[in-house]
């Protein structure tokens, strides 16, 4: 148990289908973070929360929209995704500082595929 | 066209040996880096952090060693056991730039019996 727990651990879903993923952090951290991990490149940052404040990631496609209510839950809504989207969907949570950064711990992951 | 996957560097040791995991970091300006393993099936886990003003830095059976003058960093397992077994990611980050870490691909550690 990392502290991170992340559901559904698989996901399949049609290019038409609305569904979220869902990530609870218990580690009492201020930010939390989208991760996506393919067979074809290293782990991919998509989205960050620090204080609850999103910061932007203008390379991630609008189909994807991260929602993060309070500081320990965070949501990725999925809509009209491509088959290159299925990835191992990864959340982090860590306690950011301003003086610099701070070790992420990671969920177990959501594995998507997309048909 | 047919897809590729990402060529994972394998490294295969003894039981019992030590192993070295190598990365080379892309930003001179990198002032934090961490060690992650990540075993089939499941999240990357924490190993070992350094920051830029130590160059060595030791945990239970982990050493990462750090050169900023070539932007090279190294993790050395001793008396590596069958569960160290996994695929082992360097990330970089420069605290200016907030918690935004780059990953490495990855290295593959297959641990022989």
């Known amino acids: 148990e990392t502290g991170v727990t992340q559901t559904p651990r698989h996901l399949v879903m049609g290019m038409t289908n609305k569904k979220s993923l869902k990530c609870e952090q218990h580690?009492?951290?201020?930010?939390m973070y989208w991760y996506k991990q393919s067979a074809k490149k290293p782990l991919e940052l998509m989205f960050v929360?620090?204080?609850?404040?999103?910061?932007e990631n203008n390379s991630v496609p609008s189909r994807f929209s991260p929602e993060c209510p309070n500081s320990s839950h965070l949501f990725l809504h999925l809509h009209t995704l491509q088959p290159e989207d299925s990835a191992l969907y990864l959340c982090?949570?860590?306690?950011?500082?301003?003086?610099?950064?701070?070790?992420?711990?990671f969920g177990s992951g959501t594995q998507l595929s997309v048909l | 066209g047919e897809s590729v996957g990402l060529h994972l560097p394998t490294l295969s040791v003894q039981e019992g040996d030590n192993s070295i995991i190598n990365c080379a970091y892309s930003?001179?300006?990198?002032?934090?880096f961490i060690w992650y393993k990540q075993e089939s099936g499941k999240g990357p886990q924490f190993i070992i952090d350094i920051r830029s003003n130590m160059d060595k830095r030791q945990g239970q059976r982990v050493t990462v060693l750090l050169n900023k003058t070539v932007k090279h960093l190294s993790l050395q397992i001793a008396a590596t056991q069958p569960g160290d077994s996994a695929v082992y990611f360097c990330?970089?980050?420069?605290?200016?730039?907030?918690?935004?870490?780059?990953f490495g691909p990855g290295t593959r550690l297959s641990v022989l019996p």
């Open positions: 580690l009492g951290h201020n930010a």
């Open positions: 990330a970089e980050n420069y605290s200016n730039y907030g918690q935004n870490f780059v």
């Open positions: 929360y620090s204080l609850e404040e999103r910061v």
């Open positions: 982090a949570s860590s306690q950011a500082q301003a003086s610099g950064g701070e070790k992420l711990f």
């Open positions: 930003n001179s300006a990198s002032d934090y």
